[in-house]
T-cell receptor, first 113, second 116 residues
Framework: KNQVEQSPQSLIILEGKNCTLQ??????????LRWYKQDTGRGPVSLTI?????NTKSNGRYTATLDADTKQSSLHITASQLSDSASYIC????????????FGTGTRLLVSP | DTGVSQDPRHKITKRGQNVTFRCDPI?????LYWYRQTLGQGPEFLTY????????KSRLLSDRFSAERPKGSFSTLEIQRTEQGDSAMYLC??????????????FGSGTRLTVV
């Protein structure tokens, strides 16, 4: 079964600190992996997208890594800000036929002052 | 182009009533998707269109749900005889073809449905 699992489920960190969110997937065949940020009551906003051949991709203070062999990805947030408080969702595209997105349940991050 | 627009943002309806949501995708995008998201969960796929053709529907899309994209531009999602279990955020997304590469998927802000 195609699944995406994220950890931790929730996280509280102090403003200015770094954190790393994890994503494990079993989607096969694999096409690409995306990280989205979703503010409460809003739609997801894309942070990064990585294909099979990409190991790392950065977007400002966000750096995503991908290990296609172990089917793991991480999202590292540097020097966190209060505005980083949101849910971070790992999404894998793949499967056969229509490459629908398989969503993780997200990590809820709270950055505390 | 201001991205994917969804209307209304919020809808409160009584059980048994019909509701209709609208999604305006990014104009260059040929694919349009509908997802449903409940609290604390990731979005679940409902259906997608390539241009005006509805190419796939999830088993989550019961016969009370119908989606259209008549001219290959905007789409509507109608829920008939709403039930309390239909309460969720309904997200629309669009993409150019499969949404790979730098295009990705672009999501709207969603329509929050509450059935009372």
């Amino acid at each position: 079964k195609n699944q995406v699992e994220q950890s931790p489920q929730s996280l509280i960190i102090l403003e200015g600190k770094n954190c790393t969110l994890q994503c494990n997937y079993t989607v096969s065949p694999f096409s690409n992996l995306r990280w989205y940020k979703q503010d409460t009551g809003r739609g997801p906003v894309s942070l990064t997208i990585m294909t099979f051949s990409e190991n790392t991709k950065s977007n400002g203070r966000y750096t995503a890594t991908l290990d296609a062999d172990t089917k793991q990805s991480s999202l590292h947030i540097t020097a966190s800000q209060l505005s980083d408080s949101a849910s971070y969702i790992c999404v894998v595209s793949g499967g056969t036929g229509f490459q629908k997105l398989v969503f993780g349940t997200g990590t809820r991050l709270l950055v505390s002052p | 182009d201001t991205g994917v627009s969804q209307d209304p943002r919020h809808k409160i309806t009584k059980r048994g009533q019909n509701v209709t949501f609208r999604c305006d995708p990014i104009s260059e995008h040929n694919r349009l998707y509908w997802y449903r998201q409940t609290l604390g969960q990731g979005p679940e796929f409902l259906t997608y269109f390539q241009n005006e053709a509805q190419l796939e529907k999830s088993r989550l899309l019961s016969d009370r749900f119908s989606a259209e994209r008549p001219k290959g531009s905007f789409s509507t999602l109608e829920i008939q005889r709403t039930e309390q279990g239909d309460s969720a955020m309904y997200l629309c997304a669009s993409s150019l073809d499969g949404g790979g590469g730098n295009y990705g998927y672009t999501f709207g802000s969603g329509t929050r449905l509450t059935v009372v």
